[in-house]
Structure formats: structure tokens, C-alpha cells
């Protein structure tokens, strides 16, 4: 019944290394996205997909690949990951981009 | 100027009494804007949504904006110690995007 899950919900990793995240919604939403919020609870957009097409690529480094193999599911690869990496990473979907965003659970990264 | 500014808080306010919070943005073609609720290590939870100027009511909740004076409110009826949460106020710009503000620390004291 979870609208938007997200696995893994924590992720402890050493410096260097590559993970990733994946988020599924179940709204039959046509837009997904990452937000990142940092230790000062700040929530910032990095990506937002429409149909599986990037519409909103914020200034994030190219360490972080966003990709949609379907309407439904948006994962976030990170390469080589650095401690200011450290942050819980929120995927959301929303029915239209002006629309009101649904977020799922959030998935702690904590990079040591 | 930040895109979409709230006052941090903490806010507390005795259960029953009414709290307000407030919110003011700088994209001027902004259309769409939202109150969410995140309590401490969860996600954050639309509560309103208000695309027109004045006021729009859900329970104890009424949303007020005001495009002319870029300025967005909450308000909270009645509130319980279960309100205590933070507040964000989210705008979606002309571009998109959903900007959020930094958050409003709500403390409903019983």
C-alpha cells in the first residue's frame, strides 16, 4: 500500500565507494524526483523525471546519475562518494510538475 | 534573498491556542504553493495547497496567500501537542521547481 518506497532506508558506506538508491511509486504519478536534505534540514530538488525523460538537473555533481527505467521507479547512482555526500535523500512523485509532491520515506546515507 | 524564506523557530505556542506561520517567496510568476509537516526522522507530509489569492480551510488548518505581497500563512486552529513538527513552506517557481524554505520548529505545549 506504500505510495513511494525507497530502499535501502539507511546506507553506511565507506569514502570512495559507489551506491546506489531506488524509489518506486505505486500514485501512477507521471513525475518523479530527488530531493536532498542536508544536517541543517534544508530540503533541496537534484533531479526531476517526467516519463522517464530528465526535465530538472540541478547543479549536482556528475558523481550522481539519475535513471528511470519506467514511468514508476527513479534510482540515484552515486559514484565515488565523499563525506559531504552525507545526507537523507527523499524521492518524491508528483501527477503534474506544478503539483504537490509525495515523498517517500527517505534513505539515510552516511559516508565515512 | 533567499527564494522562499520562513523564520526557524522555534515557535511554541500552549495547546488550544491558534499558531501562525509564515512564509515569504521572490519568484513573483510563482503559481503553486504548499505547507508541509515533517516531524523528527520522517518524510515530509503535504498538508495544504493554495494556488489562489486568500484563504483555503481543511479541519483546523487555513492556508492564506497573498500574491501581491509574495507572502503565504499558516494557520493552525486548536493546536495539540501532536502538532509539534516542523513546518515547511514550498513554492513552485516558473521554472518548476519546488522550492522549499528552511522550516519553521512548531512546539505545542500541553
Known amino acids: 500500500d506504500t505510495a513511494v518506497s525507497q530502499t535501502p532506508k539507511y546506507l553506511v558506506t565507506q569514502m570512495g565507494n559507489d551506491k546506489s538508491i531506488k524509489c518506486e511509486q505505486n500514485l501512477g504519478h507521471d513525475t518523479m524526483y530527488w530531493y536532498k536534505q542536508d544536517s541543517k534540514k534544508f530540503l533541496k530538488i537534484m533531479f526531476s523525471y517526467n516519463n522517464k525523460e530528465l526535465i530538472i538537473n540541478e547543479t549536482v555533481p556528475n558523481r550522481f546519475s539519475p535513471k528511470s527505467p519506467d514511468k514508476a521507479h527513479l534510482n540515484l547512482h552515486i559514484n565515488s562518494l565523499e563525506l559531504g555526500d552525507s545526507a537523507v535523500y527523499f524521492c518524491?512523485?508528483?501527477?503534474?510538475?506544478?503539483?504537490?509532491?509525495?515523498f517517500g520515506p527517505g534513505t539515510r546515507l552516511t559516508v565515512l | 534573498q533567499k527564494e522562499v524564506e520562513q523564520n526557524s523557530g522555534p515557535l511554541s505556542v500552549p495547546e488550544g491556542a491558534i499558531a501562525s506561520l509564515n512564509c515569504t517567496y521572490s519568484d513573483r510568476g510563482s503559481q503553486s504553493f504548499f505547507w508541509y509537516r515533517q516531524y523528527s526522522g520522517k518524510s515530509p507530509e503535504l498538508i495544504m495547497s493554495?494556488?489562489?489569492?486568500g484563504d483555503k480551510e481543511d479541519g483546523r488548518f487555513t492556508a492564506q496567500l497573498n500574491k501581491a505581497s509574495q507572502y503565504v500563512s499558516l494557520l493552525i486552529r486548536d493546536s495539540q501537542p501532536s502538532d509539534s513538527a516542523t513546518y515547511l513552506c514550498?513554492?513552485?517557481?516558473?521554472?518548476?521547481?519546488?522550492?522549499f524554505g528552511q522550516g519553521t520548529e512548531l512546539s505545542v505545549k500541553p
Open positions: 493554495i494556488y489562489s489569492n
Open positions: 514550498a513554492v513552485n517557481n516558473q521554472g518548476g521547481k519546488l522550492i
Open positions: 518524491a512523485s508528483s501527477q503534474e510538475l506544478a503539483g504537490g509532491k509525495y
